[in-house]
Nanobody
Framework: QVQLVESGGGLVQPGGSLRLSCAAS????????MGWYRQAPGKQRELVAG???????NIADSVRGRFTISRDGAKNTVYLQMNSLKPEDTAVYYC?????????WGQGTQVSVSS
């Protein structure tokens, strides 16, 4: 069994920064892909950023240049560094990892951007 635990959300003022972390634990043999999604109230869940085991990344146009995704393979952890946050970035952020050819999701962490 694999579990994902997210951390790092919170309330921040516009222009501020946050760093999200998502650590996987359990019986991990191979990790193929790690990424972050977000879901704002009344909207569909959308992909924010993803990174493959080889380090290739894809970033949503709405956050490109402000958000950076990275990973620590030894710790089975993926990070999302969020800079220059805007009110429209407010959402619940979910981590997803493809481990042992199955998809696992984190519990979600709230990010609120407001003055």
């Amino acid at each position: 069994q694999v579990q994902l635990v997210e951390s790092g959300g919170g309330l921040v003022q516009p222009g501020g920064s946050l760093r999200l972390s998502c650590a996987a634990s359990g019986s991990i043999f191979t990790t193929i892909w790690m990424g972050w999604y977000r879901q704002a109230p009344g909207k569909q869940r959308e992909l924010v950023a993803g990174i493959t085991v080889g380090g290739s990344t894809n970033i949503a146009d709405s956050v490109r240049g402000r958000f950076t995704i990275s990973r620590d393979g030894a710790k089975n952890t993926v990070y999302l560094q969020m800079n220059s946050l805007k009110p429209e970035d407010t959402a619940v952020y979910y981590c997803r990892q493809t481990i042992n050819y199955a998809d696992y999701w984190g519990q979600g962490t709230q990010v609120s951007v407001s003055s």
